[in-house]
Every structure is written in C-alpha cells, then in structure tokens.
C-alpha cells in the first residue's frame, strides 16, 4: 500500500470552482471585466430588484459542455437549476443559482502522474453550473462593512472529484492538470490571483482496509502551493488528534497562508440546511443531440493525446513531450517550427531542445510570453538548419540565437553580416592548425612521446586560431593527419 503516514492512509476529494471564460454573467448582461470599481459591474437583476428575471447565458452553457467533454465525462441532455436559499449579505436575492439535483456534467475523470511518475486516474464525480457570490469587506473602515456585488452571479464551474486523491502531492498534480485542461479548452482564464480558480479541499485519514474517516473541508484555497501546505497541515492535525484518542470531527476549515496552518469554520452541526429546490423561474436545461455533439467536434487536441503524439511523430522523451505540451501556444509554436524547417525528421529533437533549454530561458529572463518572442518561432528552425548543413557550429549558433533575440533579425543575415559562417575550407584549417603546433612545441613534443590526451588541447587552440568558426570534423582530421607524419 501506497503513500502511508504512520500507517495512515490520507484520502482526498477536490471540489475546484472554475469561473467561467464569459464576457457577462450568467444570468444577466452584466460584464465579467476583472478590475471595475466596486459595484460597477452590477445590474438590477444582481441586486435582486423585485420583479428581475434571470436569462441563461448560453456561452457560460456551451463553455461547461467542452469541460465536461474535456474531463472524459458524460454531457446530461437534462439539467437544472436550483436555489440553495442562505443569508448573508452580499448575497441580495438570498439564494444562490446552483444545479444539485441533475448537473450538466456526470462521470469524468483525468489522468496524473503520482510521485513515482506512474499514471494515476482520479474521477470526476460532476462539474455543476453555479452563480458565485459577492464579497464583503470589512478591513476598509472601523464600524462598516462594505459589499462589493462585481463578483455576484458571475458564472462558475464547481468540478467535484471523487475521494480518490491520496496526497497532497496527488492533489497539487491533479489541479495543475486541470488548469492545463481548462487552459486548452479555453473555459477558464485560471488566473489564480484573480480568483478565477479555487478549490476546497476534503480531507480525512484512515487506517487501509477501514471506512474512511470523517473529512474536514478546508475552503477557498486559491494557489497550488497552499493546496500543498493546508493538505500537508490538516494531515499531520488529524493524526495527532487520533493518535492522541480523540476523534476528528466533521467540519469546514480556513487555510492561513501566514501561519500555515488551518483552522475551524464552522462545525457539522450548525451546518445550514439550504432547502434546496428548483428555481421555478428557470425551465430545465435541455441540450439538443446536435448542440452536443457540435461542440464536442470543435474539442482541440488535448494535452494528453498531443503529448502521446509529440512522443511518437517527433521522437521527443516523454519529458520533453510534457514540458512542450503544457502551454498550447508553445506546443502550436514548436510544430510550427518543427514544419518550417528543412530536415524536420532530424531536426525535430534539436528544435525541441532549443525551445526548452535557450528559449525558455530568455522568456522567463525577460518574463514574457511565447508569443512576444522578438523573432518568429519559424527562425529557431532555420537556425538548426544551419548547423546541421554545416554553415555553423553548434557553438555560434548561440552567439547568432543571442543577435536574433536582440534584434529579431534572420539568423543567416546575421550569420552574413557578422562573418559568421563556418570555415571549411581545408587549406586554411590547414594553416591555422600548422601555426599551433609550432606556437606550442613543448605539448607537440609530449603528444609524440605517448601524452595522446592533448589532442583534445590542439582542437581547443585551432579551434580559437579560428575565431570558432572552424569545422570541428575537418580541424579531427587534419590534426591527425599532422600529428601523426
Ligand atoms: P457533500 O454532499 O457534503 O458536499 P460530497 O459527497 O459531495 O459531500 O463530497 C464532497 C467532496 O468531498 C467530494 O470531492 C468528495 O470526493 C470528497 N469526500 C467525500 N468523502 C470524503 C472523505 N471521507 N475523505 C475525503 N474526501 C471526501
Ligand atoms: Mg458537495
């Protein structure tokens, strides 16, 4: 058995809440924009005027269908909305839009990687639409409390797993999976700092082979980092309670970043009964076969099955493949690349590297995306092309990808205007290598009495008589022609 603590085995379930990519609300014309002022983006309906009825956005509707899709799951032709009633104030209406009883979206599941690297499928137990609340704030003034209703009905995805998570490593996995996938699929910004992507995360321990034990909730966590952090906490909190013959008890929990630690909400017992029961001023959602099956025809390519492709049509390591397909701009950007370049079956590898290694080292210097690149993508191509038909080495190869990225210029106008071109003309390596063995005698004398380690010190001087720009294969092969008269 896999993962124990103490002989505890952690069991965990995450109910994520995706705001949906919209332009408005979800049930009124209300913008979404993230930065209005207080209350700017507020209409009557999300005040809870009497007399406002709610309108379906039907994009937030098509968004949740390409996300049930992308999790492998099953798009219910029925759906409907309820009303979970609780007060609070910064929810005017006194309910919140949600779907218990029939979700859009039953059955899914993703695949991760677990700590040894092996895959691990978690299921998806439903992904329901629901509207999110307004926020209170009270750390502004003494006395008041103020509302701020800009994040009231904005149209939320809740993604709901089944308790098939057994660490917080599992966990962090299994939410950067489905920020990647939401990613693709473009159903959700996941801007964690905006609090486009939250999750709760339900924990409990047990001994294998027992029930679960009761779960604490541990809400509104809005990094991968502190998903890690409170699972870790709350882990080692429930087994010194048990350990210590006390029990854990059934109950919501606030993560707190500063310290690290979790604590309680509020109990099992004053657990609010929300009579829930259907909207009667929403019909129930009913999908056609052909909305259905259209949007499911418009799927991108998901990042699972372009990793397996990467894997066996460019002959890239499976970490190579992941690391490529984690962004779909760059995994677009490297098949750009891969196409524009005269070799593509040589040059696929290579091409790879440079964008791993070299590109992704000045995108993260510079902190800028793929897509601001200061040359096309389509240039990396060329430039491996003109190592691998010899116009340059390997070595200034890096000396012309440094100009292109200052200058965006075409590395062989470069290589042109800098005199960059490799030397292959025999004669001249010729030349430059007679000119180390007799500047360097000593060590010509010592290779003769057996010191064969120094040919590697001849390549190294001819090579800098050269500028760097001679054939490494031809400098091979004159010094052993030299060296061995
Ligand atoms: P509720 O009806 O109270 O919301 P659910 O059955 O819907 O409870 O479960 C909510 C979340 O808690 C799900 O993600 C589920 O996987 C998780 N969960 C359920 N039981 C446990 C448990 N014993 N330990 C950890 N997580 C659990
Ligand atoms: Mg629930």
């Not at 994520?16 to 209005?36: D, E, N, R, W």
């Not at 001819?462 to 500028?467: A, F």
Request: aromatic share 8%; with cysteine; proline share 4%.
């Amino acid at each position: 058995m896999a993962n124990l603590i103490n002989g505890w085995e952690v069991v965990i379930g995450l109910e994520v809440h995706a705001q949906i990519a919209t332009q408005s609300k979800l049930f009124s014309t209300s913008p979404t924009k993230f930065g209005a002022d207080p209350n700017e983006n507020v209409s009557f309906y999300d005040v809870a005027m009497p007399g406002m009825l709610p309108v379906l956005n039907e994009h937030a509707v098509d968004q949740a269908i390409k996300t049930g899709f992308a999790i492998n799951g099953t798009v219910n032709k029925m759906s409907q909305f309820d009303r979970k009633n609780y007060f609070y104030p910064d929810l005017p209406s006194g309910y919140q839009i949600s779907q218990l009883f029939h979700p859009i979206v039953s059955n899914g599941y993703i695949d991760i990687l677990d700590e040894k690297g092996k895959n691990k499928r978690i299921n998806i137990e439903r992904i329901h639409i629901e509207q999110d609340a307004g926020k209170s704030i009270h750390d502004l003034d003494k006395e008041h409390s103020y509302i701020d209703l800009n994040r009231a009905g904005i149209p939320l995805m809740e993604i709901v797993s089944k308790p098939d998570i057994r660490s917080s490593y599992e966990a962090m996995q299994y939410l950067k999976k489905l920020r990647m996938i939401l990613r693709y699929v473009g159903s959700c910004n996941c801007n964690m700092e905006q609090g486009n992507l939250r999750a709760d995360a339900n924990v409990s321990i047990h001994r294998p082979d027992t029930p679960f034990g009761n779960r604490a909730e541990i809400k509104n966590i809005n990094s991968i980092k502190f998903l890690g952090d409170a699972i870790d906490y709350e882990v080692q909190r429930q087994i010194y309670e048990l350990e210590s013959g006390r029990t854990v008890s059934q109950e919501t929990r606030l993560f707190d970043a500063h310290t690290g630690q979790t604590r309680t909400m509020r109990s099992k017992e004053d657990a609010a009964d929300y009579r829930y029961f259907p909207d009667p001023d929403l019909k129930p959602l009913i999908l056609t076969s052909e909305r259905i099956s259209k949007i499911k025809s418009e799927l991108p390519e998901l990042p699972d099955t372009k990793k397996s492709r990467f894997i066996e049509k460019y002959h890239l390591t499976p970490t190579d493949a992941s690391i490529l397909v984690e962004d779909r701009n760059t995994a677009d950007d490297y098949e750009k690349a891969v196409q524009a370049s005269k070799f593509p079956d040589k040059s696929s590898k290579l091409i790879a590297n440079w964008l791993i290694g070299e590109v992704f080292a000045i995108l993260n210097k510079e902190n800028k995306e793929i897509a601001n690149l200061a040359f096309p993508i389509e240039y990396i191509a060329e430039l491996v092309d003109l190592i691998a038909d010899q116009t340059i080495s390997g070595k200034i190869a890096k000396t012309v990808f440094a100009k292109m990225n200052e200058t965006g210029k075409h590395p062989r106008e470069i290589v042109n205007e800098e005199n960059l071109a490799q030397i292959v003309d025999r004669n001249i390596i010729a030349e430059a290598t007679q000119r180390v063995l007799d500047n360097n005698f000593e060590q010509f004398n010592q290779y003769k009495s057996g010191k064969k380690q120094l040919f590697g010190f001849f390549v190294g001087q001819t090579m800098k008589e050269l500028h760097g720009k001679g054939n490494p294969d031809i400098i091979h092969s004159v010094l052993t022609e030299l060296l061995n008269k």
